[in-house]
């Protein structure tokens, strides 16, 4: 079998089983925000953190339960890493220096996972373990529990209320991705990823790097977090062994983010307006697959920063999907990649990781977009755009834009300022418009929350470690107070009634101006500086 015969397979075989548990999986996680019940874990946890799970907040409060429990968790991190030298399982690596222990600790709870350090010898498993894993539970939580907020808002009409920041966090955790997470690393040990404590074996002399694999690679796929046990990340053979883990590992990438436009057409009385949604994220998944697979395989060293058990097709499969989501993870080197191949990795990203974006995020993203997509539709015709029944104002319009510039404003003035710093030139492994993609992939990647780079980029200096993690943490964020503004906003109209002038939101209509609008404000906000990078690139 040809490799391209078998990549089309291996896709074939990826979207066969995300059809198989999109319904089920889907309405699942739609029951999970919507039950009364509490189970008794959730119950003692409640009594422990002396939360009332009966109480609802307004989108204030539940905005400062996203900010306070996200900052308690930096510093808890960002402690566990200083003192990591008194910790079992350190393996004598020392405390972590504090630009790094920054660095890591925004990163993890931003759900960013960049890691600007060689983990089998700076982290102990002690780390590992209690503060990264314990935040790639987390962090995806706090995602998912946005995106039922924002739901909430379209739903609900005449309240002040959106839930319980709280509950929906532990919901997320327990009901989700504890048991998705426990079953698939059964499956990963099953087809050989490694689970061990000791800190490597001796072959022939020479010493190999292990860890506890197999529990933290499920998750940091399962919850889009990315960041690796080992340096390789999925390229290595004891985080993905073969063409079935790949195929997995895959999946796990996409499962929430794709079931979740399920959820929202279960939560919002309508499956159809779900699955326009998904409609939207697969057309330009697909299409970028396609211009990242074909860049590759017709580049002049088509092998170049890929493993030969993966070859070109899954490894563009990976990259497409990781960068389409807020992974991060990879099994290939992407600055090995062709200028149109890397600039279709870049381009993903730059897209504000809606294809299909990352847990929780891509849903209330392309919700965001969405809205922006109805205002420019009503200036056309002169009309008060409608969405789900809720009219989009001022207020909704200007939440929404806040959402959709912070990732760019927070892009552009980093990577520029980076730009004209004396210090940058020595950083890059390249110089030219592969070197400028260097940078803009960096700072495209703290910005989206993605984590995965162009490794020719030497990010250890203090002003990357302090610049990017600041990126990561406005990236965040700016846009969930927006978004949770958005749907207090929502939350609080009364619902108008379908006419004969509402734009129905349902049909290839409307997926058609949402995917243009998706396309359009990335080409008119970084069309000049990829023009400088990957575009000339591509073009010598």
Same mark, same amino acid.
């Given at each position: 079998?040809?490799?391209?015969?078998?990549?089309?397979?291996?896709?074939?075989?990826?979207?066969?089983?995300?059809a198989?548990?999109y319904?089920?999986?889907?309405d699942?996680?739609?029951?999970?925000?919507?039950?009364?019940?509490?189970?008794?874990?959730?119950?003692?946890v409640?009594?422990?953190?002396?939360?009332?799970?009966?109480?609802?907040?307004?989108?204030g409060?539940?905005?400062?339960?996203?900010?306070?429990?996200?900052?308690v968790?930096?510093?808890?991190l960002?402690?566990?890493?200083?003192?990591?030298?008194?910790?079992p399982?350190?393996?004598?690596?020392?405390?972590?220096?504090?630009?790094?222990?920054?660095?890591t600790?925004?990163?993890?709870?931003?759900?960013?996972?960049?890691?600007?350090?060689?983990p089998?010898?700076?982290?102990?498993?002690?780390?590992?373990?209690?503060?990264?894993?314990?935040?790639?539970f987390?962090?995806?939580?706090?995602?998912?529990?946005?995106?039922?907020?924002?739901?909430?808002?379209?739903?609900?009409?005449?309240?002040?209320?959106?839930g319980?920041?709280?509950?929906d966090?532990?919901?997320?955790?327990?009901?989700?991705?504890?048991?998705?997470?426990?079953?698939?690393?059964?499956?990963?040990v099953?087809l050989?990823?490694?689970?061990?404590?000791?800190?490597?074996v001796?072959?022939?002399?020479?010493?190999?790097?292990?860890?506890?694999?197999?529990?933290q690679?499920?998750?940091?796929?399962?919850?889009?977090?990315?960041?690796?046990v080992?340096?390789?990340?999925?390229?290595h053979?004891?985080?993905?062994?073969?063409?079935?883990?790949?195929?997995?590992?895959?999946?796990?990438?996409?499962?929430?983010?794709?079931?979740?436009t399920?959820?929202?057409?279960?939560?919002?009385?309508?499956?159809?307006?779900?699955?326009?949604?998904?409609?939207?994220?697969?057309?330009?998944?697909?299409?970028?697959?396609?211009?990242?697979?074909?860049?590759?395989?017709?580049g002049?060293?088509?092998?170049?920063?890929?493993?030969?058990?993966?070859?070109?097709?899954?490894?563009a499969?990976?990259?497409?999907?990781?960068?389409?989501?807020?992974?991060?993870?990879?099994?290939?080197?992407?600055?090995?990649?062709?200028?149109?191949?890397?600039?279709?990795?870049?381009?993903?990203?730059?897209?504000?990781?809606? @294809?299909?974006?990352? #847990? &929780?995020? /891509?849903?209330?993203? =392309? +919700?965001?977009?969405?809205?922006? %997509? $109805?205002?420019?539709? !009503?200036?056309?015709v002169?009309?008060?755009?409608?969405?789900?029944?809720k009219?989009?104002?001022?207020?909704?319009?200007?939440?929404?834009?806040?959402?959709v510039?912070?990732?760019? @404003?927070v892009?552009? #003035? &980093?990577? /520029?300022?980076?730009? =004209? +710093?004396?210090?940058t030139?020595e %950083? $890059?492994?390249?110089? !030219?418009?592969?070197g400028?993609?260097?940078?803009?992939?960096?700072?495209?990647?703290?910005?989206?929350n993605?984590?995965?780079?162009?490794?020719?980029?030497?990010?250890?200096?203090?002003?990357?470690?302090?610049?990017?993690?600041?990126?990561?943490?406005?990236g965040?964020?700016?846009?969930?107070?927006?978004?949770?503004?958005?749907?207090?906003?929502?939350?609080?109209?009364?619902?108008?009634?379908v006419?004969?002038?509402?734009?129905?939101?349902?049909?290839?209509?409307?997926?058609?101006?949402?995917?243009?609008?998706?396309?359009?404000?990335?080409?008119?906000?970084?069309v000049?500086?990829?023009?400088?990078?990957?575009i000339?690139?591509?073009?010598l």
């Amino acid at each position: 079998m040809s490799s391209t015969a078998a990549g089309l397979l291996q896709v074939g075989l990826l979207i066969a089983a995300l059809a198989v548990v999109y319904r089920p999986f889907g309405d699942y996680m739609a029951r999970v925000y919507t039950v009364t019940g509490h189970t008794r874990f959730e119950r003692a946890v409640y009594r422990m953190a002396r939360v009332d799970p009966a109480s609802e907040q307004r989108w204030g409060t539940y905005a400062l339960g996203v900010l306070g429990f996200s900052f308690v968790g930096i510093v808890l991190l960002y402690v566990l890493q200083r003192v990591q030298s008194v910790l079992p399982f350190d393996f004598g690596r020392g405390d972590v220096g504090p630009g790094m222990a920054f660095n890591t600790a925004v990163s993890f709870v931003t759900n960013t996972n960049w890691q600007s350090y060689v983990p089998e010898t700076v982290l102990g498993h002690a780390v590992q373990a209690v503060g990264l894993t314990v935040q790639n539970f987390v962090s995806a939580a706090v995602g998912m529990a946005v995106a039922v907020a924002l739901v909430r808002g379209f739903v609900r009409h005449r309240t002040d209320r959106l839930g319980n920041f709280w509950v929906d966090l532990v919901r997320g955790t327990v009901r989700i991705l504890l048991p998705v997470a426990l079953v698939f690393a059964v499956v990963l040990v099953a087809l050989g990823v490694v689970m061990s404590f000791e800190p490597g074996v001796t072959v022939d002399g020479h010493t190999v790097a292990t860890a506890p694999v197999a529990s933290q690679e499920v998750v940091k796929l399962l919850g889009t977090n990315g960041g690796g046990v080992l340096n390789a990340n999925s390229a290595h053979p004891f985080e993905n062994p073969s063409a079935w883990t790949n195929l997995v590992e895959v999946f796990l990438i996409l499962v929430i983010p794709v079931c979740l436009t399920r959820t929202f057409g279960t939560l919002v009385g309508d499956r159809r307006q779900g699955g326009v949604l998904l409609g939207v994220m697969g057309a330009l998944w697909t299409a970028m697959l396609a211009v990242i697979w074909v860049a590759e395989a017709h580049g002049l060293r088509p092998l170049e920063g890929k493993e030969l058990r993966f070859g070109v097709p899954s490894s563009a499969l990976f990259a497409d999907s990781t960068t389409g989501t807020s992974t991060g993870a990879v099994n290939s080197l992407h600055d090995s990649y062709t200028g149109l191949g890397g600039g279709g990795t870049l381009l993903n990203m730059l897209f504000g990781e809606m @294809t299909p974006g990352g #847990v &929780g995020t /891509g849903l209330y993203s =392309i +919700l965001v977009m969405a809205v922006i %997509a $109805l205002f420019l539709a !009503g200036l056309m015709v002169g009309r008060t755009p409608e969405y789900l029944g809720k009219k989009l104002g001022r207020r909704e319009v200007t939440a929404a834009a806040v959402s959709v510039l912070a990732m760019p @404003t927070v892009l552009l #003035v &980093g990577a /520029g300022t980076a730009a =004209i +710093l004396p210090g940058t030139r020595e %950083a $890059l492994t390249n110089s !030219g418009p592969h070197g400028l993609s260097e940078l803009l992939y960096a700072y495209a990647s703290a910005s989206n929350n993605n984590g995965s780079a162009f490794a020719g980029i030497t990010v250890t200096s203090d002003w990357f470690q302090a610049s990017l993690g600041v990126c990561m943490a406005l990236g965040r964020f700016v846009p969930i107070v927006a978004v949770l503004c958005l749907a207090g906003s929502l939350a609080a109209q009364k619902k108008v009634p379908v006419t004969a002038g509402t734009l129905p939101t349902t049909g290839p209509l409307f997926g058609t101006l949402l995917g243009g609008s998706v396309v359009l404000v990335a080409a008119l906000t970084f069309v000049p500086a990829l023009a400088l990078g990957p575009i000339a690139e591509a073009l010598l």
